[in-house]
């Protein structure tokens, strides 16, 4: 045989491309070219298929002219995941081995044959699997991650040779698969938090509502802490998200060995020093997840918020507001899903005592301004409820004082309450208060009259948007109390939120 063929994939974002990969060995001048839109790290395979194929004392055709296509043709191929299907179909047409056939091969060669791992093994296997192949030939150290994808027959390599005897229907001698062992990742309870009873109660307000909170204080209050334990009392991760967010960081690389989906809510908080490009993404090769898609299906926290570049923070606009962020690199663009919870958290001024009274803090008004309007205009606005953190008093510190609930006795309280909200829209597109836009929560769940003459009264002051944040905060607490709708104590304690007590007045 002259010609044969083989497949492997590309990715591009955080979907895979099914690629055929024909060779072709011709009379001619010998050498080998690559045809089919591929970059650097592709065109380099040329020298590692050619010294992995040698070094595995396999027969090269070192006589002829190898022409080697990737197709489609029209889309770009780039990072070295093809290597191993590319080898493969060289020496099949060699005929050196059957031609591989209903089985997709990824992997990347090192020059003595080995079997490297590659990024986004995941998503390699769901695209394999959606264009109807039935069996996949990937790195050994990830077979755990192939088999996230139950339908799809999974053979680990750690060789060629490995591949080639697969392919010569021959046995591999056993070696270590590692077995799939539940995802974990630690999350900090809320019983270690003392005190703050009002913000204890936003951040189960937002994760009951799926609202972004903003959270102002002085250093050290605790502010972090809260934020941290967020994914605790978020539900877990239904099974379609859960494959998303295992995808994205599959592809990112950032998925541990052997472990199973991601079922945890990611936690992201990035340093105030942060660039656009890593919070968005981007890259000049393979494309770089950025922390927004990092933080999909959980919570970015931007802490020291007013330290950030006012670029950066502008630049989360988009995935605030589509819940994807759109990556540009040269010949392509592509989009990733970037839906988070916000928790955004601040000092309130630059020396961080205007609490309270404000009696203790020395920065001037106009300085204050302009340090809380750092983030007030792109982001506050998107923002249903803003909290400020007062020191905890000594009672709330004492020993003797009983502990605090556990994040697992809130996390019931906002289970029920999410299923009260998915109950009442389960004819809408979106489940959550927080993404329901006003006029159709206004239009079509009218709350209790009372409620609803409190809020007329108690208005002056507040946007249109303003009194949107208001309702919806005020259902979202209904559903926490059992209420069918919002009584007149729940609106009422809506309007508490509704400008931090005043703190984020000063912008
Ligand atoms: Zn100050």
Redesign the pocket.
Known sequence: MTLARAHGIVISGIEGLVVEIEAYLAQGLPGMTIVGLADTAVGESRDRVRAAIQNSQLPWPSERRITVGLSPASVHKRGATLDLGIALSILAAHGAIPEPQDVVCIGELTLDGRVNPVRGVLVAALAAHRAGFSRILVPHTQVAEATLVPELSVVGVSSLSDAIAIMRGEELPDFDVVSTKPHTMVVPDLKDVRGQVLARHALEIAAAGGHHIAFLGSPGVGKTMLAERLPGILPPLDDDLAVEVTAIHSVAGKLEAGTGLVRVPPFQAPHHSATVAAMIGGGAHQVRIGIASMAHGGVLCIDEAAEFDRVVLDALRQPLESGSVTVSRAGFTSELPARFQLVLASN???????VGTGTL???SPP??RRYISRISGPLLDRIDLRVTLEKPSIVDLDASTPEPESSAVVAARVQEARDRSSFRFRDKPTLLNAHIPGPVLRREFPMEPEAHALLARDVTGLSARGIDRVIRIAWTIADLNGHARPSVNDVAQALSFRDGNGAWMAA
């Open positions: 309130p001024c630059p020396c961080g005592k205007f803090c020395s920065c300085v204050r």
